[in-house]
């Protein structure tokens, strides 16, 4: 068992399956909890601070964000039909703050509006 599964263990006790793939993916070989910070968009600090259950964010959000990131799941998005979680993830960052007027971005922009898993409030920050 590794050191974070050892941390993570003490602060959760029964450890969350998406914590135990923020673990792994930290743990993989190549890897670090930088590396992994900056694939699901978020800080070091952030990562740190879930692993040991004091994460003062949203953690539904955070979660949210690890499992699209991690856990490769398939979504199916009212625009493009069956996409990757990490996809549908990246579309939504992109529909919270509309900052373009390409036709794609402003029909993907429409669309995360008006589906049920875009939140007004968006994902957690930092």
Not at 54 to 80: D, F, H, I, W
Request: with cysteine; proline share 4%; glycine share 6%.
């Amino acid at each position: 068992m590794s050191a974070r599964m050892q941390i993570a263990r003490q602060a959760w006790g029964e450890v969350p399956d998406w914590i135990e793939a923020l673990v792994v993916a930290c743990d993989a070989e190549g890897s670090s909890q930088s590396q992994v910070a900056r694939r699901i968009g978020r800080t070091p600090g952030v990562v740190s601070a879930a692993l040991n259950n004091k994460y003062r964010g949203s953690m539904t959000a955070l979660e949210n964000r690890v499992r699209a990131v991690l856990c490769a799941e398939q979504v199916s998005c009212p625009a493009l039909g069956w996409i990757s979680s990490a996809d549908c993830l990246q579309w939504r960052d992109h529909a919270a703050a509309m900052n373009s007027s390409s036709p794609m971005m402003v029909q993907m922009f429409r669309a995360c509006r008006n589906c049920p898993v875009f939140t007004k409030e968006g994902d957690d920050v930092g």
